[in-house]
């Protein structure tokens, strides 16, 4: 008995079987016709008429075309069984929604909801008389140029129902590893701040020393945070799922550089100075580059605490200096 939904704002496009029951009575699944006729209407509602503020095509392929230093784009409607609105159905009054977000946001591809429908019949049929807003996140992210005139995303269903074991891990976390839990969650809470702002990476940066890091000990030369973080990170990536290659990112340089000048290029905003990118910080090519890498990092390394608390723990409470005996990698 399905009440309620939760339009999935991420462009995608869902290759595999449908629908997938992520956990108990929480299933993704393909909008039905009077389904989409409602989130279109609450899109438009919400765009207020006003112009160059669009959401993503969902219904349309989007061709872009350049011609005398002028950029246009052209929209063409896709058949209706390949338009590209997606929902999360739910029983009764919801209060899982949220920690399914925060896991969903954990996937190799990012996984944005929306706004919520509640209706006022069983069979999602009729009045809907509870609605919810987007976040200011959504509204910054969505209506941007680039997102609002690109194409979906192909991911697989089996990604998805990974939903599934990520909130397992999640909702299984140990009281006493609570810490990880907060990490989980300020990772969702860092989205809040504007595309560009130099803050992420700073919120960044305290996600991970938050999991990996022990206030420095002054009778160890060694226990520096850049030097906790800059190690750990090294021998942490070797157990993440998913290899984060830094070549796609940044200008060669070996893993243990790349760290420093990341943390380095953290301090300087944390201290108001500005990065030179010119110099200093030439190999991590531009903040772009390293929001994406670091949000990648954090990622697996959320996925790595939730699944292994105990590991975590230890690594961050316990270890003084750190090398590749202290710590197992297989």
Request: proline share 4%; hydrophobic share 35%; aromatic share 12%.
């Amino acid at each position: 008995m399905d009440i309620g939904l939760v339009f999935i704002m991420s462009h995608i496009d869902i290759e595999g079987e449908l629908p997938i029951e992520i956990i108990k009575d929480h299933c993704i699944r393909r909008a039905s016709d009077e389904q989409i006729s409602s989130i279109r209407n609450y899109l438009e509602q919400l765009r207020g008429g006003r112009p160059g503020f669009f959401w993503p095509r969902y219904d349309s392929l989007v061709k872009e075309e350049r011609y005398e230093g002028k950029t246009s784009y052209h929209f063409k409607e896709l058949p209706k069984e390949q338009w590209k609105y997606w929902v999360i159905t739910f029983e009764g009054y919801n209060h899982h929604i949220h920690d399914i977000e925060y896991v969903a946001l954990l996937l190799e591809n990012d996984l944005d909801f929306g706004f919520t429908f509640i209706y006022n019949k069983p069979s999602q049929q009729g009045e809907i008389y509870a609605t919810s807003l987007p976040g200011f996140n959504i509204y910054n992210k969505y209506t941007s140029s680039d997102i609002a005139t690109s194409n979906a995303i192909t991911i697989k269903s089996k990604e998805l129902e990974s939903i599934g074991t990520y909130y397992s891990w999640y909702k299984d976390i140990p009281e006493e590893y609570n810490f990880i839990e907060h990490a989980v969650k300020n990772f969702s809470s860092l989205r809040s701040i504007p595309r560009g702002s130099e803050l992420i990476v700073v919120g960044y940066f305290s996600i991970i020393e938050s999991l990996v890091t022990h206030p420095p000990r002054l009778t160890e030369t060694l226990d520096s945070i850049s030097h906790q973080l800059r190690n750990k990170m090294i021998l942490l990536g070797k157990r993440f799922s998913r290899k984060i290659n830094p070549e796609s990112y940044f200008l060669p340089i070996n893993t243990e550089q790349l760290w420093s000048k990341l943390y380095g290029y953290r301090s300087c905003l944390a201290h108001g100075s500005k990065a030179n990118f010119q110099n200093n910080f030439r190999a991590l090519k531009n903040q772009d580059m390293i929001v994406a890498f670091l949000k990648e990092n954090i990622k697996e390394l959320l996925l790595l605490s939730m699944q292994q608390p105990e590991f975590i723990n230890d690594l961050d409470r316990k270890s003084t200096r750190l090398n590749s005996s202290h710590i197992p990698l297989s």
